[in-house]
């Protein structure tokens, strides 16, 4: 009683307002809300109370007004004003549900599947946001329309946590025949890259992938040409992006890689940079990479060879034979490891002691393993002779550049019987590429 009449005595000291005033008011509102559910509580089971025991066959259960086919015609209207309408994604999606639950089934079309997606992502995007206010509320209506049976997946990108839609709304908004936005809007929400689990094993990657690109070359039924430029454009990244990671899956399962980098670079070709927005901006970014790491599988072969003066053979070895220098790829001892072996030509040692210029093997240079692709077709010598360059690419979207170079004498003695190696091979990761 002592808190209470403490309560109260402030409330009535404060006579000018300001915080204190508020902290009155909400004390006093909470009281009386106290009070009238009591008093409502007491009203509702006194009857109940006084009767007694009730039979379980007298209990009937309350429904609310049942939804007529004749009142969907309203609820799609709030859907749509709903549907654009920042921070009221719940209540869009509640519409939404009694959109589908009023409506006859032959009238239902792909629009509340697509007003329901939208919200669901614009939501997911929202809670993955910035800490804030902004957040907690759209955590809370995250557990608000997970009893229509929405529902989100978390992935991890760049160390924090991802949120994303799990595109049920999308998949079937595919299926019934929309316009060209709208299956463009469910496409491109269904292959998002930053929605897609890094913990994949490689199998599974390689499936959803294939998947991601048979829905971008889905045919367009309502006509690809009214989709307004941008829309293209970020098809034409998605693509780009998702066909690079493709070559790079082929060129670890042994198939030919040379048509997806080709098409990789025609998409991102494709690509229409004016009126991009930020995340357009930031998206091609990521393309671009990822396309400039395979883009040495779809350089004609006939091209390098003029150019550079480096030749192919049948059996993979790529010859520098304008400075003397082979260079050989071959099958580590490990599965699925590649070796890179710097060879000194026939026909390049010393005069020998009678005076005659023997003809010696190929001596090794230098050697560097991998589990990596090997891009071959990379490679670039120096006017001089002198340094070699070859690209390399560890992982999908990651690519170094090995640099081969006369070894200057530094380092630590080779073991008893051993050849010194004549070369060393550097490793440039794209950070340190960059700064030179």
């Known amino acids: ?28 509102a909470t009281a009386l809300g106290a009070l009238l559910a ?16 009730v039979r379980a066959e007298a209990l009937r259960r309350a429904s609310l ?12 209207a709030v859907l749509r004003f709903l549907r654009d309408t920042p921070g009221q994604e719940a209540l869009g999606i509640a519409y939404a549900a009694a959109y589908l639950r009023a409506a006859d089934a032959q009238r239902i079309d792909a629009e509340p599947f697509d007003a329901l997606g939208t919200m669901a992502e614009r939501l997911a995007l929202r809670a993955s946001g ?36 799990d595109g049920e709304a999308f998949k079937r908004v595919l299926t019934l025949r929309p316009g060209p936005e709208a299956q463009a809007r469910a496409v491109l929400a269904l292959t998002r890259p930053d929605c897609v689990d890094p913990l994949l094993t490689p199998a599974a990657r390689v499936a959803l992938d294939a998947w991601r690109a048979d829905l971008l070359d889905l045919p367009w039924p309502r006509g690809y040409d009214a989709l307004p430029a941008l829309v293209k454009n970020r098809l034409h990244l998605r693509r780009a992006g998702l066909w690079a990671a493709r070559a790079h899956q082929f060129s670890r399962l042994n198939r030919p890689v040379p048509a997806a980098a080709e098409r990789a ?12 927005t930020d995340l357009d901006h930031a998206e091609y970014a990521e393309a671009a990479i990822r396309v400039g ?14 150019t550079s003066a480096v030749a192919t053979t049948p059996t993979g070895m790529i010859d520098a034979s304008a400075h003397g220098l082979r260079l050989v790829v071959r099958a580590g001892a490990e599965a699925g490891q590649s070796c890179v072996q710097l060879l000194a030509a026939e ?78 091979i550097d490793v440039l990761p794209p950070a340190a590429v960059a700064l030179r």
Request: proline share 8%; net charge positive.
């Open 130 to 165: 910035a800490a804030g206010t902004a957040t907690a509320a759209a955590a809370a209506q995250i557990d608000v329309v997970g009893a229509y049976g929405v529902r989100f997946v978390t992935t991890e990108r760049e160390g924090h946590p991802q949120l994303c839609y």
């Open 293 to 306: 790491a395979v883009r040495w599988a779809a350089v004609p072969q006939l091209r390098l060879q003029t």
């Open 38 to 53: 009591a008093l409502v509580l007491a009203l509702t089971t006194a009857p109940a109370l006084a009767a007694g025991p």
């Open 347 to 424: 026909g390049r040692s010393a005069p020998s002691s009678h005076g005659s210029n023997d003809i010696a093997a190929p001596r090794l240079l230098a050697e560097r393993c991998t589990f990596g692709t090997i891009w071959p077709r990379s490679l670039a010598v120096r006017p001089a002779g002198d340094a070699l360059v070859l690209a390399v690419q560890p992982r999908d979207g990651w690519s170094e550049l090995w640099v081969f170079r006369p070894d200057s004498g530094a380092g630590a003695r080779p073991p008893a019987g051993a050849q010194a190696p004549a070369w060393r």
């Open 1 to 28: 009683m002592g808190r209470n009449g403490g309560a109260w005595g402030s409330c009535g000291a404060g006579t000018g307002g300001g915080p204190r005033a508020g902290r009155c008011t909400a004390y006093v």
């Open 265 to 276: 670079l025609a998409e991102l070709a494709s690509v229409n940079k004016a009126g991009f």
């Open 65 to 76: 007004p049942s939804l007529q086919s004749a009142d969907a015609g309203a609820l799609l």
